[in-house]
């Protein structure tokens, strides 16, 4: 059974930053197309970050390119998001996921599976 469970939110104050953990079971992590997206109240989900499981190439929204990190820990089956001089814009939920699609600069693609979420608070 395909599960990803997301920890490490919080409340930050702006320019703080956070470190979010996607522990994933029942699939090797390293095998698919993997990323992060984000949801505000009233606002459409936004993807934020992927991993491409061909290459490991990343990718990340021009909104967060430069303060937030994707990365992986095969041996954990664990994926990462490094979140630095946070944003009060970039309170949401955050959802790690695999990505039914090609993870690309676009990041244009269907999430197949995702884990319950982690709320993500920055204000003073």
């Known amino acids: 059974q395909v599960q990803l469970v997301e920890s490490g939110g919080g409340l930050v104050q702006p320019g703080g930053s956070l470190r979010l953990s996607c522990a994933a079971s029942g699939f090797i992590l390293d095998y698919y197309n993997i990323g992060w997206f984000r949801q505000a109240p009233g606002k459409e989900r936004e993807g934020v970050s992927c991993i491409r499981a061909s290459d490991d190439s990343t990718y990340y929204a021009d909104r967060v390119k430069g303060r937030f990190t994707i990365s992986k820990d095969n041996a954990k089956n664990t994926m990462y998001l490094q979140m630095n001089s946070l944003k009060p814009e970039d309170t949401a939920v955050y959802y790690c996921?695999?990505?039914?699609?090609?993870?690309?600069?676009?990041?244009?693609?269907?999430?197949?599976?995702w884990g319950q979420g982690t709320q993500v608070t920055v204000s003073s």
């Open positions: 996921a695999t990505i039914d699609g090609i993870c690309s600069d676009s990041l244009k693609y269907k999430y197949e599976n």
